[in-house]
DNA sequence: TTGTACGCGTTATCAG
DNA sequence: CTGATAACGCGTACAA
């Protein structure tokens, strides 16, 4: 509440404001003794500089924004903690928002935050976005962003993503060699680009192996939709039913897993799974089931670096372009196939 | 970048920045015509107030900090939902610090925190807290904290909680009554006011119902042990082997479902599960397990409102005390028992 | 009804 | 080596 200022220590110490500030950041030659002086009443007043004064100042905040679909999703929190890793060994605050799936909703928040001053965005699309409109006018005014995970094509700026295609097609192909013929694919939403991009190598791994695409193995479930049992059943309805399931979330998997244990359907005897899962919950399923993990963590420090970057020098020619960081397929032990 | 102020209005206008000021918060009783011009103006150019130079003047910023142990985790990351949408209704925003489970980080962050001038502080101990002190002087300087899920006794604010005890004997009655005998509980770190509270009630349960409270039965899983399935496997080489598991995070839960599925255990036959999870992963795993369900996002929403009681109306006597959210028991069916 | 001057906390510039 | 002053953007007491 009652926060010591530059002021006080002047005032104290009978020295100007100048001089105290000075001392404290050791900028001009001051007189060692005063210095000293400053310097041990500083710290025994337990004396930190306003922020909010040096950000008027300076015109920036040394606060990051973050915009992300929903907050309680085991990837986008885990790429929020490498983000926040990241920014605080930096010097930077992280101030987060939802877009809760919603394009006006994503739209006012970006306001929001350029209003706030944040130095930066870093900003996943709400499944709704089409129109990038908001954010390229931000970025005409070489204000920085970086996107990740759901990218625009229609943005020009540094983008970073999980290899999508290149996950799903080692899932498939993993599956395939296990010898199953009737790969079931559970995912997220259409029109977004991972899932274009999961449903690619999904496709190509089938397609490069000699095995049809099949669409009604193909089953999209929207984010709000939490009940996967009616999909699974549905699913095992078919004729050959699947006799493995690639699950483009971990939210999937877990629900694949949980639906097929209740139908006392035995994991890898009669079906496979594979899920695209994150950290933590891959370690926890890899048991039963094969995942493709997400560099969840890695994406959010990769944005974050870029993004610092582009903040604190932002007079060279910005580094525009995708990054695709690695998946990494963790192979169920095979013995038991 | 450029982003137009008062000053830039007025000169423009012909006016002086105070009447610019004034028109635009219509306070004084300014002519009509001259606000309507203002107002125009201000529209067309996107005035926005600078919330760095109001937070400079009024000596608030209007951020809240948020500082959890980690961000990863389906508790936190759906208390932070609660949170950011009360918060966000209200003006005010969010900023995210993680301790780590690090008594150490949890202090420089706190620190961080208040120099950055967050308007008040909303935490939740770290695995490591002990000594609240740091946090006894920021109360006793009247700054606002509001505690939730991991609380301490010794520090007297706000504190927002689960009914854990309430969840864990709810948990534990229902195996009872399913006519399981043996219930072993996987749980976190002892030494935590949430594990505690979650012993006690599972414990209270066992002995209301004549059971004995087995020790060999009990498991404490640190938060960074990524493997479950040792732990489970030296669970069932007991003897007489659990026929039930109450595991006491979602994680847990989780971990237990993967490997039981790996031994080919069939879930309700040969054992039980209830999980103390959080809404989304219950309802996933809810077919084959009953859950108990943590009020992840209500806890944040209620701290968050009574943190934002606490910074509106200081002069108020701060209303003290510990609020319980009940949890929510979600049986499984139970044709299957 | 409108304008002038000041202060919030800090640092850079210029003067001494 | 040190002090006075201006400036960052805003709101407001006071003066006109």
Same mark, same amino acid.
């Given at each position: ?7 006080? &220590? ?121 129109? @990038? ?94 009940? &996967? ?63 493709? @993990? ?13 993004? &610092? ?13 995708? @990054? ?5 397929? &963790? ?7």
């Amino acid at each position: 509440m009652e926060a010591v200022t530059i002021k006080d &220590i002047a005032r104290a110490l009978n020295l100007s404001t100048s001089t105290v500030s000075r001392a404290l950041r050791g900028s001009y030659e001051i007189n060692p003794e005063t210095k000293r002086l400053v310097m041990e009443y500083a710290e025994r007043m337990n004396y930190r500089p306003n922020p909010i004064a040096l950000s008027l100042k300076e015109n920036r905040s040394r606060v990051i924004g973050v915009i992300v679909p929903q907050i309680a999703n085991d990837f986008f929190s885990q790429a929020i903690n490498g983000i926040e890793a990241i920014a605080y060994n930096r010097g930077y605050h992280v101030i987060i928002a939802q877009s809760h799936e919603s394009f006006e909703r994503e739209v006012v928040t970006v306001q929001q935050s350029v209003a706030r001053k944040v130095d930066g965005l870093l900003i996943s699309l709400s499944s709704e976005t089409n129109d @990038v409109s908001h954010l390229q006018e931000l970025r005409q005014k070489n204000f920085p962003i970086v996107l990740f995970d759901r990218v625009s094509d229609e943005l020009d700026t540094v983008k970073i993503v999980s290899d999508n295609y290149g996950g799903a097609f080692a899932a498939t192909e993993h599956l395939i060699r296990s010898g199953r013929r009737r790969i079931a694919h559970v995912t997220i939403p259409p029109y977004m680009s991972i899932t274009q991009e999961r449903l690619a190598g999904y496709r190509a791994a089938l397609e490069q192996n000699g095995l049809p695409y099949d669409e009604s193995l193909i089953r999209y479930v929207g984010f709000g939709q939490h009940e &996967i049992d009616p999909i699974v059943d549905d699913l095992l309805e078919q004729s050959p039913p699947p006799d493995a399931f690639f699950a483009a979330s971990d939210r999937l998997a877990l629900g694949c897993l949980a639906t097929l244990q209740a139908r006392r359907i035995v994991i890898p005897e009669q079906v496979s799974i594979v899920g695209f899962t994150n950290i933590g919950v891959a370690h926890l399923l890899s048991p039963p089931m094969s995942t493709v @993990v997400q560099p969840a963590k890695e994406i959010g420090q990769t944005a974050a670096e870029r993004l &610092i970057e582009l903040i604190e020098r932002k007079q060279k020619a910005a580094p525009i372009g995708t @990054v695709r960081i690695p998946t990494q397929l &963790i192979a169920r032990q095979s013995s038991g196939v």
